[in-house]
């Protein structure tokens, strides 16, 4: 008597899931590590950028790289033979040769730095290629040609007064860095125009 008792209330309630419609209870969430088609990882929040050292894996990320560090040595170098040699000395005579050498340094500089962050970020995926190749390669050639005539002048005056007062060194230093960036621009800009040709 008490087994029955147990297992009729079971055996009804068993046979009435199977006859009300034989259809599986749904799940409402997705199951965990599924991704959506709306960018989103699973959790139903789209994704924005994301930081990935990855992207600077190629020609222009690397050479934007490099070009930084050499923009950065040769503005740092000019900058102390402007505080060694100070006074009316460098005024006189020098003057807007140095300041024009730290804008075609310093400016290019800040712009790669910001052309590194678009590309580390993932927003170079937002531009066509044509499009952000002939941007970069407008850029370097622009800037290149700056830097050949700064980077010339610094060479021309670095032995302008006895090197005892006037850091003669200095001057070649700030040049030399000055001129290898122009070849890297030269490099990235050549590089980016070969890729606006194929992509436009």
Same mark, same amino acid.
């Given at each position: 008597m008490m087994e029955g008792q147990f297992d009729e209330p079971y055996s009804s309630s068993y046979s009435a899931n199977n006859n009300s419609g034989g259809a599986a209870p749904v799940d409402p969430l997705p199951p965990s590590g599924s991704a959506s088609n709306n960018g989103s990882n699973? !959790?139903?929040?789209? /994704?924005?950028p994301a930081f990935d050292i990855q992207n600077l894996n190629n020609p222009t990320g690397l050479l934007s790289f490099v070009n930084v560090i050499v923009l950065f040595l040769a503005s740092c170098i000019m900058g102390g @033979? /402007?505080?060694?040699?100070?006074?009316p000395l460098w005024m006189l005579t020098f003057n807007d040769g140095s300041t024009f050498f730290l804008v075609s340094t310093l400016i290019p500089f800040f712009l790669l730095i910001a052309l590194i962050l678009l590309m580390v970020f993932g927003f170079k995926e937002y531009f066509r290629p044509s499009l952000f190749a002939l941007v970069i390669f407008v850029n370097c050639a622009f800037w290149g040609f700056l830097l050949l005539i700064s980077s010339g002048l610094v060479m021309g005056k670095s032995n302008y007064l006895p090197c !005892? *007062? @006037?850091?003669?060194? *200095? +001057? +070649? &230093? &700030?040049? &030399?860095f000055g001129f290898l960036g122009v070849v890297l621009f030269i490099v990235e800009g050549v590089f980016n125009f070969l890729i606006w040709r194929r992509e436009r």
């Open positions: 699973g !959790d139903g929040i789209v /994704r924005g @033979w /402007r505080g060694e040699v100070f006074g !005892d *007062h @006037w850091y003669c060194s *200095h +001057l +070649l &230093a &700030a040049g &030399a």
